[in-house]
């Protein structure tokens, strides 16, 4: 009688000490449960790349409207959450957009003589400016032309000595393309010699 009791003392025994054990092993799970935040930044990205840094009318001729050669590509990828601008800014004279003869101090205007926001160009007429397209390379947001670029044929955009938005997306995009085509024409007045513009495209987050 008396072994059954001890039996049962140290079974109880083994039982109540099992239980603490559990208890404490709970207690101590229970502290060691916590949280963990995570944090990461993505810098701001606008960038533009060119396919070309030089283009060229040749000799123009008072019989055709020219299109210089290459056309230029802009290739543009950007992160900011309300996408991204491409602007145009052109040299000319330095007070009006145009193709400038600097030893003859004569611009060919852009796009035409009133300085217009468009014009067609015909042959005999002086003129110069801007076509663009897009193509379908890239993802993300799409990229949509300034109307007055947005042509075709002969007809161009004004180029102006202040900046232009010439093409802008309202979301991100990676690696969607400009295509921007050059025309010009002149007259039976046109002095002769070497007619140069430079044009600047600067590529600009939207906020």
């Known amino acids: 009688m008396d072994q059954l009791i001890k039996g049962g003392l140290i079974l109880i025994a083994l039982l ?11 207690l101590a799970s229970a502290q060691t449960t916590g949280t963990v935040t995570v944090t ?58 145009g193709l400038y003869n600097s030893a003859a101090n004569y611009l060919i205007p852009s796009p035409a003589a ?7 160009l015909v ?24 109307s007055i670029y947005n ?13 232009v938005i010439l093409a802008s997306s309202s979301q991100p995009t990676a690696n969607r393309e400009i295509v921007v085509i050059h025309k010009a024409a002149i007259s039976g007045l046109t002095p002769a010699g070497s007619y140069q513009d430079i044009i600047t495209y600067d590529c600009v987050a939207n906020y």
């Open 123 to 146: 042959a005999g007429t002086e003129g110069y400016g801007i076509q663009a397209t897009t193509t379908t390379a890239g993802s993300g947001g799409t990229l949509s032309l300034n």
């Open 114 to 120: 009133g300085f217009p926001a468009t014009a067609t």
């Open 151 to 163: 042509q075709t044929g002969n007809t161009v955009g004004r180029l102006s000595t202040t900046s």
């Open 40 to 97: 990461a930044s993505v810098p701001t990205s606008v960038t533009c790349a060119f396919s070309t840094t030089t283009t060229d009318f040749g000799t123009l001729s008072v019989s055709a409207v020219t299109t210089s050669s290459p056309n230029v590509t802009t290739t543009v990828s950007c992160n900011p959450a309300a996408g991204c601008q491409v602007q145009v800014k052109d040299q000319g004279n330095g007070t009006y957009g």
């Open 16 to 26: 109540m000490g099992y239980m603490i054990f559990e208890y404490f092993v709970y």
